[in-house]
């Protein structure tokens, strides 16, 4: 290990890194950032790298492709001289100052810390998925409902949570019908919400149901689903598959040293980026289980580097 202490190390490399590492590296606190390998399943620059067009990131009005928009970041960060380690860390401890934080290579010692490691949409793993994987199945209805494969066509939901019914009615603007397919007779969402998705004129509901395989050739023509209690199986014509089965938050490797919620997303102090550990600072989809836009990422990213500038300057 070496003795240098460093001023802020940045774990995670989506929006909500990049964007910290900008902020701090301008206010010259030399940040090093790990940026993952393969961490979570996903490449360095986060789940943006797994996305073809990003259309509602501001500043680019023709739209722009997710992983170069990812390398722009890194530029920009490596161009105000962020250290980048293309490493995972595994390890951290939070219960002195200096932190340790322990990667696949190397141990590093700060006084403080930016948590920046998102979180992964949760997927089927069911025959076709891997196929029609972002060419006609998607894991964010607000990212890529408005594209023109999905106008005017019958689109699938599954799950039965606010994320759910929230991305079902959001459809109803672009698919001429959207189908709610939810493996049980309840919904989990809130009742308000539940009464805006049951009384859509659009959308119709297929209770007790899983989807079992995705179908079609060059792209998606439909699914086929299940009823769990009769066992009865059909097939659904659709054009668009959106999971909204839950997200799960990159933080095991915290090893319970900050406060997380249920769900194990990151509990941030409202309005701001401080956890539940002086000095150490949550940013982007960790933290956020209701948002999760790479802006709002950016966003929360860059409170995270101010929080930090003032807490090492105090
Ligand atoms: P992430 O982007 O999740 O990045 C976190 C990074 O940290 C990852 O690279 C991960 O490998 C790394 N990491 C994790 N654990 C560790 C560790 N232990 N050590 C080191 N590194 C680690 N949003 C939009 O605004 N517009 C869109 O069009 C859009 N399209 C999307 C399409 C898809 C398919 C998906 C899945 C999401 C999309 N989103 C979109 C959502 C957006 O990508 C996220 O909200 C945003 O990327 C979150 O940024 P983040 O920085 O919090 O984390
Ligand atoms: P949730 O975990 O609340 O819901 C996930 C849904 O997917 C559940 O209905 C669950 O079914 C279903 N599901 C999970 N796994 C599978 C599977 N393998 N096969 C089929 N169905 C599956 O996740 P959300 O993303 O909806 O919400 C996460 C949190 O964020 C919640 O606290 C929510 O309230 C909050 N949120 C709030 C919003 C708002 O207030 N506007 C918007 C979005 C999210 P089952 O019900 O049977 O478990």
Redesign the pocket.
């Given at each position: 290990m070496s003795d240098t202490i460093e001023k802020l190390v940045i774990i995670g490399s989506g929006p909500a890194g990049h964007t910290a590492a900008i902020y701090a590296a301008r206010a010259n606190l030399s940040p090093l950032m790990f940026e993952g390998f393969l961490a979570g399943g996903v490449a360095a620059g986060g789940q943006l790298t797994t996305t073809t067009e990003v259309e509602n990131y501001p500043g680019f009005p023709k739209g722009v492709d997710g992983p170069q928009l990812m390398d722009l970041f890194r530029e920009q960060s490596l161009r105000f001289e962020t250290r980048i380690h293309t490493e995972t860390v595994e390890k951290l401890d939070l219960s002195q100052i200096p932190f340790q934080v322990v990667s696949s290579g190397r141990k590093v010692l700060t006084k403080s810390l930016i948590i920046a490691t998102g979180a992964t949409a949760?997927r089927?793993s069911i025959p076709g998925e891997e196929q029609f994987w972002q060419q006609g199945i998607s894991a964010c209805a607000v990212c890529d409902g408005a594209l023109p494969i999905f106008r005017n066509k019958t689109l699938v939901v599954?799950?039965?949570?606010?994320?759910?019914v929230?991305e079902a009615t959001h459809l109803t603007k672009f698919g001429t019908k959207v189908v709610v397919v939810?493996?049980?007779n309840s919904?989990?969402?809130?009742k308000i919400?539940q009464k805006r998705l049951l009384s859509h004129p659009k959308i119709e509901m297929q209770w007790d149901s899983?989807v079992e395989e995705a179908l079609g050739n060059e792209g998606l023509t439909g699914v086929r689903i299940r009823n769990v209690k009769t066992h009865e199986s059909k097939i659904l014509a659709a054009e668009g598959l959106f999971y909204?089965?839950?997200?799960i938050p990159n933080t095991s490797f915290l090893d319970g040293q900050l406060k997380l919620d249920e769900?194990g997303y990151i509990v941030t102090k409202p309005g701001t980026t401080q956890t539940s550990v002086n000095g150490v600072f949550a940013a982007g989809d960790v933290q956020d289980?209701?948002w999760r836009q790479a802006v709002t990422a950016a966003g929360t990213g860059c409170m995270a580097s101010l929080e930090a500038e003032r807490y090492l300057a105090e």
């Open positions: 949760k089927l599954i799950g039965g949570g606010d994320t759910a929230e939810h493996r049980r919904l989990r969402a809130s919400m899983v909204a089965i839950g997200h769900t289980k209701v």
